[in-house]
Nanobody
Framework: QVHLIESGGGLVQAGGSLRLSCAAS????????IGWFRRAPGKERKFVAAISWSGTATHYADSVKGRFIISRDNAKNTAYLQMNGLKPEDTAVYYC??????????WGKGTLVTVSS
């Protein structure tokens, strides 16, 4: 069992940056793939980024490639999403997820990111 808690969301102007954190409980955090997803107002949840258990492999949605960076610190049981060059269309609730193969077995409750124009 893994419990995930996101933090770091807030209000930021377009072009600004935020770093989201995903703190996990449980001894097996380092064995899970971690992903970030987002749900914009009135829209379905979408994939943003994922990172392998070792941190050596990452994958990004085209919409955030080159602007967002996913990372993890297994010693701290924490994953991060560095978001740069934020746009109003990045406004969403951001969720952290974990899974043995693909992220999705466990979910956090989300953190709201609002980007003003």
């Amino acid at each position: 069992q893994v419990h995930l808690i996101e933090s770091g969301g807030g209000l930021v102007q377009a072009g600004g940056s935020l770093r989201l954190s995903c703190a996990a409980s449980g001894r097996t955090f380092s064995s899970y793939t971690i992903g970030w997803f987002r749900r914009a107002p009135g829209k379905e949840r979408k994939f943003v980024a994922a990172i392998s258990w070792s941190g050596t492999a990452t994958h990004y949605a085209d919409s955030v490639k080159g602007r967002f960076i996913i990372s993890r610190d297994n010693a701290k049981n924490t994953a991060y999403l560095q978001m740069n060059g934020l746009k109003p269309e990045d406004t969403a609730v951001y969720y952290c997820a974990a899974g043995e193969t693909n992220p999705g077995d466990y979910w956090g409750k989300g953190t709201l990111v609002t980007v003003s124009s």
